[in-house]
């Protein structure tokens, strides 16, 4: 409560907010300039970036490019913040005690942990695997996993 107090917090949202919404603006002007085939059938479940890209007739190397470096940003610099995170928790786990006090603590790590670990995964899978060729299916099932079953399994 030091630490995180409702201004920080409120902050934290905002630019979290803020991040995504000019992400998606870049991304939406970057598609704009695309030409696209006479073939406009996206064979997904929802309009996914990288299936976007896979119709198009022009160059997407800046795309790709664009793709990977806002995954860097909005991706990966969370990710290791979540695992230093979680280093600082498993250090003063240790200082626990008890065994059934390290037991519970880790039992609520782990879930949260493997819901974060699951998300990353399926999400970057999909969007790092834009420019390389995979099946739809499994395309498919990676992005259910990260848009409907991460939600789900989040306490």
Same mark, same amino acid.
């Given at each position: 409560?030091?630490?995180?107090?409702?201004?920080?917090?409120?902050?934290?949202?905002? /630019?979290?907010? =803020?991040?995504?919404?000019?992400?998606?603006?870049?991304?939406?002007?970057?598609?704009?300039?695309?030409?696209?085939?006479?073939?406009?059938? =996206?064979?997904?479940?929802?309009?996914?970036?990288?299936?976007?890209?896979?119709?198009?007739?022009?160059?997407?190397?800046?795309?790709?490019? /664009?793709?990977?470096?806002?995954?860097?940003?909005?991706?990966?610099?969370?990710?290791?913040?979540?695992?230093?995170?979680?280093?600082?928790?498993?250090?003063?786990?240790?200082? =626990?005690?008890?065994?059934?006090?390290?037991?519970?603590?880790?039992?609520?790590?782990?879930?949260?942990?493997?819901?974060?670990?699951?998300?990353?995964?399926?999400?970057?899978?999909?969007?790092?695997?834009?420019?390389?060729?995979?099946?739809?299916?499994?395309?498919?099932?990676?992005?259910?996993?990260?848009?409907?079953?991460?939600?789900?399994?989040?306490?």
């Amino acid at each position: 409560t030091v630490i995180m107090n409702p201004r920080l917090c409120g902050l934290l949202l905002l /630019v979290s907010w =803020i991040m995504s919404a000019l992400d998606s603006l870049l991304q939406s002007l970057m598609v704009l300039h695309l030409s696209f085939c006479t073939v406009l059938k =996206i064979p997904h479940f929802f309009c996914e970036l990288s299936q976007i890209l896979q119709l198009a007739c022009s160059d997407i190397f800046l795309n790709n490019l /664009v793709i990977y470096l806002s995954t860097v940003l909005l991706a990966c610099v969370p990710f290791a913040g979540i695992l230093y995170s979680y280093s600082k928790i498993v250090s003063c786990i240790h200082g =626990i005690p008890s065994a059934q006090g390290k037991l519970k603590a880790f039992s609520t790590c782990v879930s949260h942990l493997s819901d974060v670990f699951l998300f990353y995964c399926t999400s970057l899978g999909v969007y790092l695997s834009s420019a390389a060729v995979h099946s739809l299916h499994s395309g498919a099932v990676a992005s259910v996993m990260y848009t409907v079953v991460t939600p789900m399994l989040n306490p």
